[in-house]
């Protein structure tokens, strides 16, 4: 089970209701940011931007590929560790809208992670160091550290310590 807190909405869906969950502002503030750091062909400044402007814990030496979508609405909950790389197109989402509650969940990739493109990654979820995420992955659970995993829906391709080797 992921790590996420569930509210209830009585009514409309949340989504329907999302600004009495977040300012329309912050929202309209924070796709401004996330769109012109998925143009930024510079680590360093899309980085900056991150942190600066939404709160994001982004490791030094991270590397966050061109269109890289990360949530509009909660992105202080994402902690990216240092020297990991994030592929192209992937999406990171810290909340989930459904018809009769929405749910918030802090998604933390630990450090040294690869996570290939085209990659969904819900709400509540951690991927532990060293973990390698294959090309287009619903991640949906947590991954152990140095663990190989992929496919939709996720399954452990191989297991391994958080250093990235192999386990005999």
Known sequence: MRNTTRYSVQGANPLWQMYRTVSFWKVMKNFLVIQLARYTPFLSWKNWLYRTFLRMEVGEHTAVALMVMMDTMFPELIKIGRNCVIGYNTTILAHEYLIKEYRLGEVRIEDEVLIGANTTILPGVTIGKGAIVAAGTLVHKDVPPG??????????????????????
């Open 147 to 168: 663990a190989f995993v992929g496919g939709n829906p996720m399954q452990l391709i191989r297991s391994g310590n958080a250093s990235g080797e192999e386990r005999e």
